[in-house]
């Protein structure tokens, strides 16, 4: 069993649409939950970061962490055709600084305008 | 602010070249981390620095593969000889690591494809 486990998709929703992307995970010693953002042929890009347990809101983005079930979302509301790009789960044991992440595989999401 | 810089962004090359990935991480920050990207097993942790100091190499696949930060605005990695499938997209990321530990930032990564 991989550590981190994301339905790579594709998704594909209509314009304005809540989307939810989730990923699940075998390590109980993360601590550290990370959403990247990745559009073709470029790097990942940090949304979301979050430690422990909780929800945590950023505009149209609201990342939740359980971890008593090791699972954990992320949502995006009023979705627009530029949210098209593969979204990654990432998680560290320590400061997601301090030490390398595990990622999921990223989940291909398609937004039609 | 400039973000992490990888050079070259594309490379080609024959199999057993030398091929010598570079990166330039976020000014004043002190860990630097080098990540390999395929379509079957996504993102994976191959080294990472912290003060320069090499502080895990357990990813790094095998003896031809070497990494070195002589500085904290300069790190190489290097493949030796290369084979096609280290074919692959190798980014590169940093963070500052102390009171408050800073999440990683990403560089637009190295497309190699080895033939």
């Known amino acids: 069993q991989k550590e981190v486990e994301q339905d790579p998709g594709p998704l594909s929703v209509p314009e304005g649409a809540i989307v939810s992307l989730n990923c699940t995970y075998s390590?109980?010693?993360?601590?550290?939950f990370m959403w990247y953002r990745q559009y073709s042929r470029k790097g990942p890009e940090l949304l979301m970061y979050?430690?422990?347990?909780g929800n945590k809101e950023d505009g149209r983005f609201t990342a939740q962490v359980d971890k008593s079930s090791k699972y954990i979302s992320l949502f995006i509301r009023d979705s627009q055709p530029s949210d098209s790009a593969t979204y990654l789960c990432?998680?560290?044991?320590?400061?997601?600084?301090?030490?390398?992440?595990?990622f999921g595989k990223g989940t291909h999401l398609i937004i039609q305008p | 602010d400039a973000g992490v810089i990888q050079s070259p962004r594309h490379e080609v090359t024959e199999m057993g070249q030398e091929v010598t990935l570079r990166c330039k991480p976020i000014?004043?920050?002190?860990?630097l981390f080098w990540y390999r990207q395929t379509m079957m097993r996504g993102l994976e942790l191959l080294i990472y620095?912290?003060?320069?100091?090499?502080?895990?190499d357990s990813g790094m696949p095998e003896d031809r593969f070497s990494a070195k930060m002589p500085n904290a605005s300069f790190s190489t990695l290097k493949i030796q000889p290369s084979e096609p499938r280290d074919s692959a997209v190798y980014f590169c990321?940093?963070?500052?690591?102390?009171?408050?530990?800073?999440?990683?930032?990403f560089g637009d990564g190295t497309r190699l494809s080895i033939l």
């Open positions: 990432a998680m560290s044991g320590s400061g997601g600084g301090a030490d390398g992440l595990t």
């Open positions: 000014s004043g920050h002190n860990s």
């Open positions: 979050t430690y422990s347990s």
């Open positions: 990321a940093s963070s500052l690591v102390g009171t408050g530990n800073q999440p990683q930032h």
């Open positions: 620095f912290n003060n320069n100091v090499p502080i895990d």
């Open positions: 390590n109980s010693a993360f601590q550290y």
